[in-house]
């Protein structure tokens, strides 16, 4: 599809229309194509400029001391429609003295303050006006305020759209995952990258020249690249693709990372579209449905970090700026690793409102959950060391098909299976039932070593699960409290150990549609604080399988 005829836009006038969308960020002139102008000045019209009237505040500076501060100053933020790590552009004032600026933010869950914002300090003119940019954040509902001494500005509520598209034949709907198509027939597919993915959400903003990829997925679970173009002015790109002789076709979209000017917007994948040959059967009953909520999750949930002071943190996940799966992690002595996905069905893996995010299909409810999904990370291995995860579950239908979920340490380079022989177990669970499974795996000692947690459910409240692994035992937590160790020398694997996150169920078989999300995965050594060896005893049995 053609673009419509654009024109140069440059000089004062016309950059903040320029910045605001198409550009996204890029502080350099750039061609707006006619269409736009009028949504781009509808953007800019709309900014909020926030003036309050003075208020006192209290925030916690970086070094952990409460300030009384007053609110005065004035704040806009554009555009107002932006994924995570898109470049937006803050705008105030907040007096003639004031010189240097910085940023506090506030997650507004309960128990939290305001808190500086490292690296963030600004200059102002000689009128106190600010004027600079920000990556906005990943996470949903959470605030930036300027801050000058005892000075700062109105807050603003940052509600990033998530990234999402869609690939699907053109006129067909995009939410069921499998198209019946002819056998060696073309078939003209569109990608859409900027589809409804819930009416809270609403849509992506379209990124006119954005990349995308066509992938075909190969019978080793690898994405393979077939075909690129880019998006055109409505956020759509086109692809023709051949369907197969017999059987199905697995095909995905990915878009590329932008990183023109301040902008941080990692890649991001579509699910897998099946492209199946007229006459197979695909369209099978949906399971039972019901209906959950998005609650807002809590930061007091205790940590075995903090509890028992494990001090300076090796790598942190914690996906808030728009990183994708090959994003370094967001602090930590470790600047390498990346996380490896599998799928062998209709699921992916995918960072999401500032967490990692496994998901068995596009549409919540419905038919079409399909097969396996994990998340494994490359690099950062260790023998031995700490690791924590905050974990939640969603459970999307019931029905006869749970799917399983499991998090635990595998031997580095270790291939994706439904069952490792050798892993430490941090949670265990069958999606929907209560009953948390945790412990050792270990075929070389022909040996497992097991505990559940019975009241434990991986449902709408999150919670915190951990393990120690030291030279003469292993330690599990929940919520910071030790629920168990193992000192039998034969539950040390003896191998380098990463984590891996696995939604688990059958290929051929429909499953109940579900989600698990991790808000953050980290890892610590064992050279500071206490390490625990005391909890209670988990119960060896001869080795079996998952």
């Not at 075995?304 to 002595?333: C, M, N």
């Not at 992916?348 to 409810?365: A, C, D, E, H, I």
């Not at 629920?483 to 059958?506: E, N, Y």
Request: hydrophobic share 40%.
């Amino acid at each position: 599809m053609p673009p419509d005829p654009v024109t140069r836009a440059c000089g004062a006038q016309n950059r903040d229309h320029v910045q605001a969308v198409v550009s996204v960020g890029d502080p350099r002139c750039r061609l707006v194509p006619r269409r736009l102008r009028a949504i781009l000045a509808s953007v800019v019209l709309g900014l909020t400029a926030l003036t309050p009237a003075m208020a006192p505040a209290v925030a916690v500076t970086s070094a952990g001391a409460a300030v009384a501060v007053t609110t005065t100053g004035s704040l806009s933020v554009t555009p107002t429609s932006y994924v995570a790590g898109q470049a937006v552009r803050l705008r105030g004032r907040l007096g003639t003295t004031v010189r240097t600026v910085h940023l506090q933010l506030n997650m507004n869950r309960a128990g939290d303050s305001w808190v500086d914002v490292p690296d963030s300090t600004h200059s102002t003119d000689n009128g106190g006006n600010f004027d600079f940019w920000l990556r906005a954040p990943a996470m949903f509902k959470i605030s930036y305020r300027v801050v000058a001494g005892t000075l700062a500005t109105t807050s603003y509520l940052f509600s990033a759209h998530p990234q999402e598209l869609t690939l699907a034949p053109v006129g067909k709907g995009s939410k069921y995952p499998f198209y019946p198509v002819r056998a060696g027939a073309s078939v003209p597919v569109v990608v859409d990258t900027t589809p409804e993915i819930k009416t809270s959400f609403g849509s992506p903003p379209p990124i006119p020249g954005r990349t995308v990829l066509l992938q075909a997925r190969t019978r080793r679970s690898v994405w393979r690249t077939l075909a690129t173009t880019s998006t055109d002015t409505d956020g759509d790109a086109y692809f023709t693709v051949s369907a197969p002789a017999s059987g199905a076709r697995v095909l995905r979209a990915r878009e590329e990372p932008v990183s023109t000017g301040m902008n941080g917007i990692g890649w991001f994948a579509s699910f897998p579209a099946y492209f199946v040959v007229s006459g197979a059967h695909v369209n099978e009953p949906a399971s039972t449905v019901y209906h959950t909520t998005w609650p807002t999750e809590s930061g007091l949930r205790p940590t075995a970090a903090q509890r028992f002071g494990w001090g300076r943190v090796r790598y942190d996940y914690a996906w808030e700026g728009g990183q994708d799966l090959d994003s370094p992690p967001s602090k930590g002595d470790v600047v390498a690793g990346r996380w490896g996905t599998f799928s062998n069905g209709t699921g992916r893996v995918t960072p999401f409102n500032g967490g990692l995010v496994l998901q068995s299909k596009f549409k919540k409810v419905g038919p079409g959950d399909r097969g396996s999904t994990a998340a494994t990370l490359d690099g950062a291995a260790r023998a031995h060391g700490r690791w924590e995860f905050r974990l939640q579950g969603r459970l999307w239908e019931t029905g006869a098909r749970p799917y399983r979920f499991r998090l635990e340490l595998v031997p580095a380079g270790a291939a994706v299976t439904d069952c490792p022989a050798e892993s430490v177990v941090l949670a265990d669970f069958s999606m929907g039932t209560p009953g948390m499974r945790f412990g050792v795996r270990s075929r070389n000692a022909d040996a497992v070593w097991v505990k559940t947690l019975s009241d434990v459910r991986l449902a709408e409240q999150p919670f915190n699960v951990a393990v120690e692994v030291g030279n003469d035992h292993i330690t599990w937590f929940r919520d910071g409290n030790p629920v168990g160790t193992v000192t039998d020398a034969r539950a040390q694997l003896g191998v380098q150990l990463v984590p891996r996150l696995s939604l688990i169920g059958a290929n051929a078989a429909e499953m109940n549609g579900a989600q698990v999300n991790s808000d953050w995965q980290r890892s610590w050594s064992l050279s500071a604080g206490q390490q625990v060896k005391n909890a209670a005893p988990l119960s060896r049995a001869p080795y079996s399988t998952c």
